[in-house]
């Protein structure tokens, strides 16, 4: 059973509309939870962080975090053809372990 | 200047060769890694340096062999590689701490090629 497992896409969202990104875990203990962005041949980018149950967020982009369900998800409003880009999510595996797992990765493409 | 640099960004060797890739971070963090991305898997951990000392060995092969002077530059030693091996190596830093770990600062990577 993978770790930290999303859907490879790709993903094909009009722009404008919004994107929904998914990623679930399977460590009950996990604490940290995070979305990276990847544009193609370049390298990750954090672009959130989310520590706690609930919403979390940051211009156009919000991050929901489910501990009981482990899934956590990214909504990216208003899409932009610039959003297009393989998104991928993190999790620190169980506390006081720093090691970071990340999931494969999905392939998003803002449609214009 | 970027935050995270990597040198080569690019490097052809053969099987039989000996290389070094290079990583220098300007960003005062105390924590360096190294990954290996390859198509279709996720990002691989490989190594983790804190504080100068190596705290994460991920069972890599011995023919990587990881080098960390100081808090600010890692080295990635390359010796009789595999084909297999070939991927992007990606270097990151953090600061230190259970909250910042996963706030990884990537460089640009050093896409490897093993003939």
């Known amino acids: 059973q993978k770790e930290v497992e999303q859907n490879s896409g790709p993903l094909s969202v009009p722009e404008g509309a919004i994107a929904s990104l998914n990623c679930t875990y399977s460590?009950?203990?996990?604490?940290?939870f995070f979305w990276y962005r990847q544009y193609s041949g370049k390298s990750p980018e954090l672009i959130m962080s989310i520590y706690s149950n609930g919403d979390k967020e940051d211009g156009r982009f919000t991050a929901q975090l489910n501990k009981a369900s482990q899934y956590v998800s990214l909504l990216i409003r208003d899409s932009q053809p610039s959003d297009s880009a393989t998104y991928l999510c993190?999790?620190?595996?169980?506390?006081?372990?720093?090691?970071?797992?990340f999931g494969t990765g999905t392939r998003l493409t803002i449609i214009p | 200047e970027t935050g995270v640099t990597q040198t080569p960004r690019h490097l052809v060797m053969g099987m039989t060769n000996k290389k070094s890739l290079k990583c220098e971070q300007h960003l005062g963090h105390n924590a360096m890694y190294w990954y290996k991305q390859s198509a279709k898997k996720p990002l691989e951990l490989m190594f983790v340096y804190s504080l100068e000392e190596r705290v994460e060995n991920n069972s890599v092969p011995s023919r990587f062999s990881p080098e960390c002077p100081n808090s600010s530059h890692l080295f990635l030693h390359l010796h009789t590689l595999q084909p297999e091996d070939s991927a992007l190596y990606l270097c990151a830093s953090s600061q230190d701490g259970l909250d910042m770990a996963g706030e990884l600062f990537f460089g640009e990577g050093s896409r490897l090629t093993v003939l």
């Open positions: 993190a999790v620190t595996s169980s506390f006081g372990n720093e090691k970071l797992t």
């Open positions: 460590d009950r203990v996990s604490q940290s």
